[in-house]
C-alpha cells in the first residue's frame, strides 16, 4: 500500500539576525569621510611637525583630544559599560602595536611628501596577510601569495631603490608603520569579543599615555596657530577613527575597504594646496600596483570566507 505523499510545505524564511540594517552608500559615505580626515590628520601631523613640535607631542595632542568625539559616540550609542573589558592583555599587545605603528608613521610624515607616506601605508594589507599566515596559522593560497609579491614590487616602484632617489629613513619609517599597522590588525583580530569602541578607547588611552611620556622629556610651547592645528588635528583622528567604525557597522567590509584608497586623493589635493608638491609618476603608479593587489586580497579573503569548499583561496 503506498502512502499518499505529504503536501509540500514552503520553507520558512530564516529568523532575522540582530544586526543593524545594511546601508552600503552610507556606509561608503563613511569611509570616504574617515579618509577625508586621516589625510587632514597626516598633514597636520607634517605641518606642525615642520613647525618645531616633536613627535610625541603631537601623539599626545592627537590622542588626549580623540577623547572628546570617542566619548560623546559612546554616549549616545553603547553607553559607557562598553569600555568594560576581560582582554587587558590583548589591549595591551593591540595598544603597544598601535602607538608602534603611529610614531613611526608621524615620523614618516616629516621626511617623506605626503603623497608618498600615505601610499606607503597602502602596503599595509601585504604585510597582514603574511603575519596571518605566521602568526595565526592561517592557509594563505597562492592567490593571495600572488598579490602580495606583485603588491610589494608595487612598494619597489614607489621607493626608487637607486641612489640618490631613495629617502632611506622616511621609507623605513613608513613601512614601519604599515607593518604596525598590519600587526594591529592581527592583534584585533585575535580579540573577536571587543567591541569596537572599547578598542578604539585603550588605544587613544596608551597613546596618551606614551606622547605624555615622551613629551616630558621635550616639551615644545606651540603658538597659537599651531596650538589650534594640534587640536583640531586631535578632534579630526578621532572623528576619522568613529567613522571607520560606523562604516563598518552600516555596511559590508568589502563594500567600504577599497574606498581607504581614495586617501590618496585628498593627500594629493592637501599636498599640493599647502606645500605645492606634485607626486612623482613612480609613486602614483606603484601606489595603484599596491592598491589592486590589496583589494585583490581582499576579495580573495572574502571568497574564501563565504565558500563551503575546503579548497584554500
Excluded at 26 to 47: D, E, F, Q, S
Aim: proline residues 7%.
Amino acid at each position: 500500500m503506498t502512502l499518499p505523499k505529504p503536501p509540500a510545505v514552503s520553507p520558512s524564511p530564516p529568523p532575522a539576525l540582530d544586526m543593524p540594517p545594511q546601508h552600503n552608500a552610507l556606509g561608503i559615505a563613511y569611509r570616504v569621510a574617515a579618509m577625508a580626515c586621516m589625510a587632514v590628520l597626516a598633514a597636520i601631523v607634517k605641518w606642525t611637525g615642520q613647525h618645531g613640535v616633536p613627535v610625541f607631542e603631537i601623539i599626545a595632542f592627537r590622542n588626549i583630544f580623540a577623547f572628546v568625539p570617542l566619548f560623546l559616540y559612546v554616549w549616545r550609542t553603547t553607553g559607557f559599560r562598553v569600555l568594560r573589558t576581560q582582554r587587558p592583555v590583548g589591549h595591551l599587545v593591540r595598544s603597544g602595536i598601535g602607538v608602534i605603528g603611529m610614531t613611526c608613521g608621524f615620523s614618516a610624515l616629516q621626511h617623506l611628501r605626503l603623497t608618498e607616506a600615505t601610499a606607503l601605508n597602502f602596503a599595509s594589507p601585504l604585510f597582514m596577510t603574511a603575519l596571518s599566515a605566521l602568526i595565526l596559522r592561517e592557509a594563505v593560497g597562492w592567490h593571495r601569495w600572488g598579490a602580495v609579491v606583485v603588491g610589494f614590487i608595487g612598494v619597489l616602484i614607489m621607493v626608487r631603490p637607486e641612489p640618490g632617489q631613495m629617502n632611506l629613513i622616511g621609507v623605513a619609517l613608513a613601512l614601519g608603520g604599515a607593518i604596525s599597522t598590519a600587526g594591529a590588525v592581527v592583534a584585533i583580530r585575535q580579540m573577536a569579543t571587543e567591541k569596537g569602541p572599547t578598542i578604539v578607547f585603550y588605544f587613544t588611552l596608551a597613546g596618551a599615555a606614551l606622547g605624555l611620556v615622551g613629551s616630558a622629556f621635550h616639551w615644545v610651547v606651540p603658538d597659537a596657530l599651531t596650538l589650534s592645528l594640534l587640536v583640531v588635528g586631535g578632534l579630526v583622528g578621532g572623528v576619522g577613527q568613529l567613522l571607520l567604525t560606523e562604516a563598518l557597522r552600516v555596511a559590508p567590509v568589502g563594500v567600504v575597504a577599497p574606498f581607504d584608497y581614495i586617501q590618496l586623493v585628498w593627500a594629493t589635493g592637501l599636498g599640493f594646496l599647502i606645500w605645492g608638491e606634485l607626486p612623482h609618476a613612480a609613486t602614483l603608479a606603484g601606489a595603484l600596483v599596491v592598491a589592486a593587489s590589496g583589494v585583490y586580497i581582499l576579495h580573495r579573503e572574502l571568497v574564501r570566507r563565504r565558500s563551503a569548499s575546503p579548497v584554500i583561496a
